[in-house]
């Protein structure tokens, strides 16, 4: 089945909406804001390691709280919307390469994109929560950013080696074609 609108979202429009608000969100979070944040805290943000233990969280959740807790928390609402500005980025770019150039009839591939920001949304609202209610939460939301941390980055390592073995693909059969 035909779907025309799913061709907006790989249009230059939206991906270079998306690219301007990525850069904007990303100037805060990798910038002075975040920076200033990591000095205060004494290392880099929590959801910028690959494996984290329960005892690692515990005592950085601990650091954070006598350092500046609303700051932190303020770094990682922005970090949601930079997870989903560069979420829809990739998917823009996911739907012009196997979408509008290879045409794939597959769209699941283009939506694969999104996994890797949803799990970096799912990150920050579990660092969020820990801040916030730590005592209460910890046994659970602990497991689960043990879990999705990781896992945001595997999905985004795999959904930029899909996006490069689809530009291979596009550039070969455009040459082909020609």
């Known amino acids: ?9 790989g249009s230059w ?8 608000f990525t850069i904007i969100f990303g100037y805060f979070i990798f910038g002075p804001y ?31 709280n006598e350092v500046d807790a609303k700051s932190f928390v303020y770094l990682h609402v922005l970090d949601s919307f930079f997870a989903l ?3 829809f980025l990739l998917w823009s770019i996911s739907v012009r390469i196997f979408l509008e150039r290879i045409h794939m009839s597959n769209e699941f591939l283009t939506v694969f994109s999104l996994f890797g920001g949803l799990f970096d949304l799912v990150e920050n609202i579990m660092i969020i929560g820990l801040i916030y209610f730590k005592k209460s939460v910890f046994d659970s939301f602990s497991k689960v950013l043990i879990f999705v941390t990781p896992g945001k980055f595997v999905l985004l390592g795999a959904t930029i080696v899909i996006l490069l073995v689809g530009l291979i693909v596009s550039f070969f059969k455009h040459e082909s074609e020609v």
């Not at 089945?1 to 979202?9: G, L």
């Open 85 to 87: 500005s560069y979420s």
């Open 34 to 64: 975040g920076t200033k944040i990591n000095n205060a805290i004494g290392e880099a943000v929590i959801d910028s390691k690959f494996l984290l233990s329960e005892n690692y969280i515990s005592d950085y959740v601990d650091k954070v």
């Open 13 to 20: 429009r939206w991906i270079i909406t998306s690219l301007i």
């Open 1 to 9: 089945m035909e779907r025309p609108d799913i061709y907006r979202i």
